[in-house]
């Protein structure tokens, strides 16, 4: 089933249905008001959940028109938000580029950073920055929601913890990383709140595109209309979900509701931007411009500005968009 | 008003009014079922709380005896927690231990982490760890809760903000400090759910204590009965609540119910342990050791093992410890 959030002016806003099309929706807070409620029973609400759904899809509900500007982020404020890097061709170009620490890439474990999640951005949210001279970046991701993942969980068990699938925009600040990182303490202020997908979608949707561990499709970014990356999420994903599930859960619970972002997706290349229909690219303006640097030793590319527009989307193998687009604009704050 | 959250069966706990002496307590479910309920609509239920809290006080309404054990940490999950770096010699005296970063101290701007937030520990729960041989410390501190806050606010308005006041234990796994900061991303492994008080107060009930910055008294821990640190919370303090606050709010709002913790309370001396009963010592076990190395060449102060108890209270200058105490006991989680 697909699941979203929409607005009604409360702060978590109220859990709807919507149609494995996404043309249609219906209200699910008779079953759950909220996303983190059913997290918190999915066992007691998914299977209800899962009957709304057919019956919506089936057209015995005739629903609503479903538009994605009327969403939230799914949990527009979570317990817990946990960034990986999966890909290591982004940590391989990011790691190279002024400012960023140059440590040795570690390999045998993957890594994560502790994000923010009070203050989640839904998909058509401004991404509303201090300042548009902080080398303003995207990161698009896929990221998924759990149910309660114990301390020192395998991978086997971590797995089984998968509930939802959606995708994701880690806003960075990247003039603010190198500052973040002098202090030792990791990102803060370089990772500002972070953007998710208009859909949330069980794994079953995605039929056998999704293993279990990985997703198989593309993840396209644009900036301004112009495409900037479709990386496959399924090639060069070193850590799959359950084994960055697991590392997260090495000294600690997980709760239900836990969203872990794979990462900058990634594939290895020798691109540099622009690209054509059939090239790979970036899912970050920070790579591209890594990229441009090695080859031109300049980059050109720039970083987002005031009123630049990011779209962010799953491309399925079969052409579809089964889980919708993040769509914002970059809006400085006002004094 | 002092509230504590109580143990009912469920993840978020019942909210309840504690008298000022610490004896007796009262629900509160009838205003706002959870504290963070509470946090959401302060403006509405402050008022009616309050007024059970003077009821309770006056003896009107008889209450239940209160006993710390039957809480869980104020907010046993929170959407943001936020732990800073106020007092320098923690800093100093840290920097210098094995496995930690060797940068230059920051004093122009507090430095912080970012701090999971979706498994708190209550006042009385087990610190349970993966194993024992993690070099597991205690870190003594104050923390505050807080409303919301906008983006760029100033240390004015931050001051506003500040709701209600407990102390913490920052737990940490020192073993996993070096792994986590050569991986570039910050703090991850080695800082597994953090313990909160029994008791969060308003300001007002510190009285002059409280100056709207920073609050005047020493907090004390114990391990296993022995003290170890009781170090002034208003003295070598670099950077108040509301300065900690304004820079937590430089890229993002905070939600209501983000909690900001002081950092290791710290103050500058040159003591070992044991200490006597009008020394100063230290709110965490990797300072005593850096000290007694500085001093002896080698650090003989045991990190915490199977069985240890930490206890950690705020004694203000009256002598009364007014927001109880944190009294954990260390468990290495079994296979």
Same mark, same amino acid.
């Given at each position: 089933m697909k699941l979203a959030t929409l607005r009604n002016g409360t702060i978590d806003g109220q859990l709807a249905i919507v149609s494995t099309d996404l043309?249609?929706?219906t209200q699910a807070s008779a079953i %759950?008001?909220? /996303? #983190?409620d059913a997290l918190d029973r999915w066992d007691e609400v998914s299977t209800p959940l899962s009957a709304l759904s057919v019956k919506l899809n089936k057209g015995d509900i005739s629903g609503k028109p479903f538009d994605a500007s009327m969403t939230m982020s799914p949990l527009p404020r979570a317990y817990q938000w946990i960034d990986a890097s %999966? &890909?290591?061709s982004h940590l391989e170009r990011v790691r190279t580029a002024v400012g960023s620490k140059d440590a040795e /890439? #570690?390999?045998?474990?993957p890594i994560m950073y502790q994000g923010g999640s009070d203050t989640l951005l839904g998909a058509h949210d401004d991404i509303v920055v201090p300042d548009d001279e902080l080398a303003?970046?995207?990161e698009a991701e896929l990221a998924v929601i759990l149910g309660p993942v114990s301390m020192g969980a395998n991978a086997e068990e971590a797995e089984q913890a998968i509930r939802l699938i959606t995708i994701c925009n880690d806003v960075s600040l990247r003039r603010l990383v190198a500052d973040d990182l002098q202090g030792g303490f990791g990102f803060f202020h370089a990772k500002p709140s972070s953007s998710f997908g208009p859909i949330v979608a069980t794994p079953d949707e995605f039929g %056998? %595109?999704?293993d279990g561990k990985k997703l198989t499709g593309k993840l396209q970014s644009r900036v301004n209309g112009? /495409? &900037?990356? #479709?990386?496959s999420t399924h090639i060069d994903m070193l850590f799959d979900f359950p084994q960055l599930i697991a590392e997260a859960a090495r000294t600690r619970n997980l709760s239900a509701g836990t969203i872990l972002g794979s990462g900058t997706v990634a594939n290895t290349h020798d691109e540099i931007l622009p690209i054509g229909s059939d090239g790979i690219g970036f899912s970050c303006i920070v790579e591209a411009r890594t990229a441009e640097k090695a080859k031109n030793e300049k980059a050109t590319t720039p970083f987002l500005k005031q009123s630049d527009k990011v779209a962010i989307r799953f491309l399925a193998e079969d052409g579809t968009f089964p889980i919708g687009e993040i769509s914002q604009t970059v809006t400085v704050l006002e004094d």
């Open positions: 043309s249609r929706f %759950a008001p909220t /996303l #983190q %999966a &890909y290591m /890439l #570690q390999t045998a474990r303003v970046d995207f %056998a %595109a999704w112009v /495409l &900037y990356g #479709q990386p």
